[in-house]
């Protein structure tokens, strides 16, 4: 926000010079961006009076005038097409310096004589660029130094605020602050009621008080919109970075800077039977002040009128509606919207203005009225006119509620690091505008209405470090006990899980927690996203049900780059809408395409397939010492392959997913090729067996190889379930190392060739021994799973 510096001062007179003034609101978080002067460097100009003017009499584009200064008159010529009779205008005289060191003397112009030079604002340094002479009003008096008159002698700083910071965009919210860091008073305009002359009042509904829980309205009659924006209004506009337009227009513009309430004013006989403050239709049409044709949503508050929408509530008025050059009766508005109802409206039909700048981060809820009196009688006092009664519908469930915050004297000295007096922390909270009250462990502050940023207390610790001075806080070295973390045995961490799929050869990605609501949808069909209030951008305005969104756009960002073998995996939280809220899960996902190995004259290229990905899920399993908890269940999932995907679950539990992405939402995202996708509960998968020393035995082995042949409907986990069963507790290898399908095989069957190794602790096994598990085994297998031996 730019402002000038004269235009503070008059409402606070701290006794410092600009650059401490400057350096002091920065100190005060309200971090300064730029100075710069308000005209540019000159002197000998004053304010002149054209007399007389003639026509040059050897060039038809030069006029030759009289100007007077009020006690001399001199002979000027001027190119100006504005110069006239009477006009009033900077001269500068001979021996006047402007800007660029450009010294006026006395000239000759085709023949003609000049005694001094006519100013345009850009000739001043007070513009970029100017049509014609600057154009002073009727009041300017004639012979006073120009730059005196002007007040030129000024500074416009510009201040970059944050977000919560809402309170300090205006005059008024500056001086606030500038008046607590000095300990000076602040004073402003007095705001006076205009007293209702006409009993007209609008008729106003409000149909969405959650999103409007204030609105203001009054109408002014017999306004003269042709009439000139005083002078001083137009600079104070102009040092802000707003140019004047018409009268009502600047008074609206002037209240937004002034007091930090952005105002709109509509033509009254544009108004259909009232005023009503509602969402809009779907596919509502509304053509802006700028000329722009809107399509609305519902999502949007409008002001309408009984047939049809006036204005983007705190954003942008209509061009319908809009004040012009045959507007006589006003209907001014000034209104409270809750912030989130208008958070990010504007950016979502491409727009930005001050009002919506302001409305986005808080606007006083008890300023609306303050404003309405102060621009009816600003526009009475430029334009003319009769007010009528202000009216005004507030739902007091809907405004908010002022903050009332427990500050603790223990939390503030262990924040701070020392110890402010009490009578220090009473007299700053107060003076920022805080109703502060003694308690038996510090104090209880009720915050201003203007102060929305104020919620807990670290809020008041942060006002009392600001206003204190943070350059005056001690400088200590921290110290607190630092023992040493216990490492639970029972428990992997997140960085054991990283490391190891690291070791595997996968990449650690870093992905938004919100996604493109078109992307979540295809991805998890089944659960609609938390859609965020205020977005970044439309691709980014749900929060994340699954972390296969982030990874599968971050795959398809390198598959279009020439990186054809990706390997990703992603620890963060997925957000899950419940009925008590939402839910928030700490989540492992991996992504894996392209080729088995990297490229090299060893490798030959074999693509990836469900068992690599799942021989890598299996490896970071068996990193729990728990692996035999763990089962993959043929199961399906919306956005997986339906025969290439599985349910991973740990004791009964269902732990998350694996498998191949569906072809047609591969089809659908433009993927080129296979992806396989796991997705896991962290909490679950952490879990760990405390590790135990086991003697190892010093007797021989005894191995088997059996073939069996079983239905192709026959899961391996069931057939390696069932011998572990039945083996024997001296069973302490079993490995499948073969399948087969095919000659020889029945079509409806396949062939599975199985490792089975015992070990006795104690002795040597026997072969009788060994045998009877064999027959142990296979007479189970055959019983549960029709399973024979291959001949």
Not at 76 to 88: D, S, T
Not at 151 to 173: F, Y
């Amino acid at each position: 926000m730019k402002f000038s510096e004269q235009w503070l001062r008059e409402w606070v007179k701290p006794v410092i010079s600009t650059q401490e003034l400057v350096d002091q609101i920065t100190m005060a978080g309200l971090e300064v961006d730029s100075t710069e002067a308000v005209a540019g460097e000159f002197s000998g100009v004053v304010v002149g009076q054209v007399v007389k003017r003639e026509q040059h009499p050897d060039a038809d584009k030069l006029s030759l005038c009289q100007v007077t200064d009020g006690t001399e008159t001199f002979q000027i010529v001027c190119g100006a097409a504005n110069v006239r009779e009477g006009l009033k205008i900077p001269m500068a005289k001979i021996g006047a310096v402007l800007p660029g060191d450009f010294k006026i003397k006395k000239a000759k112009l085709r023949g003609v004589e000049s005694f001094g030079m006519l100013c345009a604002e850009a000739e001043l340094g007070l513009a970029e660029s100017s049509d014609g002479l600057m154009e002073l009003p009727e009041s300017a008096p004639v012979g006073e130094d120009f730059r005196a008159w002007m007040g030129l002698d000024d500074t416009i700083v510009d201040v970059d605020l944050t977000p919560n910071r809402g309170d300090c965009l205006s005059i008024a919210g500056l001086a606030r602050e500038v008046g607590v860091l000095n300990r000076v008073a602040v004073q402003g305009p007095v705001i006076e009621p205009v007293a209702p002359v006409i009993g007209d009042v609008p008729a106003i509904e409000v149909l969405a008080s959650d999103a409007c829980p204030r609105y203001v309205g009054r109408i002014v009659r017999g306004v003269k919109v042709n009439a000139v924006t005083p002078m001083w209004m137009v600079e104070k506009l102009r040092r802000s970075g707003i140019r004047s337009i018409d009268p009502v227009v600047d008074v609206t513009n002037y209240i937004l800077l002034e007091l930090g309430q952005p105002m709109h004013a509509f033509d009254l006989a544009r108004i259909e039977g009232g005023i009503r403050v509602r969402m809009a239709a779907a596919d509502e049409k509304l053509t802006l002040l700028n000329g722009e044709e809107i399509s609305l949503t519902p999502e949007t508050l409008v002001i309408a009128d009984h047939g049809k929408a006036l204005a983007m509530a705190g954003v942008m008025g209509g061009e319908h509606s809009g004040v012009n050059a045959e507007t006589t009766d006003l209907l001014l508005e000034a209104a409270f919207f809750n912030p989130i109802s208008v958070a990010g409206k504007a950016r979502s039909y491409g727009l930005h203005t001050d009002s919506s700048h302001r409305f986005e981060r808080g606007v006083d809820p008890e300023l609306a009225r303050t404003a309405m009196e102060r621009a009816t009688a600003l526009i009475i006092e430029i334009c003319g006119g009769e007010a009528g009664p202000v009216v005004e519908v507030a739902s007091a469930e809907h405004l908010p509620k002022a903050a009332v915050i427990d500050l603790r004297r223990s939390r503030l000295d262990m924040m701070l690091g020392l110890s402010l007096a009490d009578d220090d922390v009473v007299e700053i909270l107060t003076r920022l505008g805080m109703q502060v009250s003694v308690t038996a462990e510090g104090w209880q502050a009720v915050a201003p209405s203007y102060r929305f940023d104020m919620a807990i207390e670290s809020d008041l610790i942060e006002e009392l470090a600001r206003i204190y001075g943070y350059n005056r806080l001690p400088v200590r070295t921290p110290a607190a006990p630092t023992p040493l973390a216990r490492v639970a045995e029972n428990r992997l961490t997140v960085s054991d899980v990283r490391r190891q799929l690291v070791a595997r050869g996968y990449h650690e990605a870093i992905t938004y927690s919100f996604v493109s609501p078109q992307i979540q949808k295809l991805i998890d069909p089944e659960r609609d996203g938390l859609a965020l209030l205020n977005p970044i951008s439309s691709d980014m305005s749900v929060m994340r049900t699954s972390l296969w969104a982030g990874l599968v756009e971050a795959a398809d960002y390198n598959l279009k780059r020439q990186q054809s073998r990706v390997r990703l995996f992603e620890t963060g939280l997925r957000f899950i809408p419940t009925a008590d809220g939402l839910k928030q899960i700490p989540t492992l996902a991996m992504l894996v395409t392209g080729n088995r190995m990297a490229t090299s004259w060893a490798e030959t290229s074999q693509a990836v397939d469900f068992f690599d990905v799942k021989g890598d899920l299996e490896s970071l399993l068996a990193r729990t010492g728990a692996a035999e908890s763990f089962r993959f269940v043929v199961d399906s999932l919306p956005a997986l392959h339906p025969g290439q995907s599985a349910r991973v679950e740990r004791n009964g539990q269902t732990l998350g997913w694996i498998g191949a992405l569906h072809p047609s939402l591969q089809k659908e995202l433009g993927l080129r090729q296979v992806v396989y996708l796991v997705e896991l509960d962290l909490d679950t998968l952490l879990d760990a067996a405390v590790p135990a020393f086991a003697e190892l035995s010093r007797f021989p082995e005894m191995s088997r190889d059996l073939a069996i042949v079983v239905h192709q409907d026959v899961a391996v986990e069931q057939v390696l379930s069932g011998i572990r069963a039945v083996a024997g507790e001296y069973l302490t290898d079993l490995t499948l190392f073969d399948l087969y399908m095919g000659k020889g095989i029945d079509p409806e069957r396949k062939s599975l060739a199985l490792g089975l190794t015992w070990q006795h602790p104690s002795r040597t096994l026997t072969d009788d021994e060994v045998n009877s598990s064999v027959e142990a085994v296979l007479s189970h297998l055959n019983a549960s799973l029709g399973a024979t031996l291959r001949g």
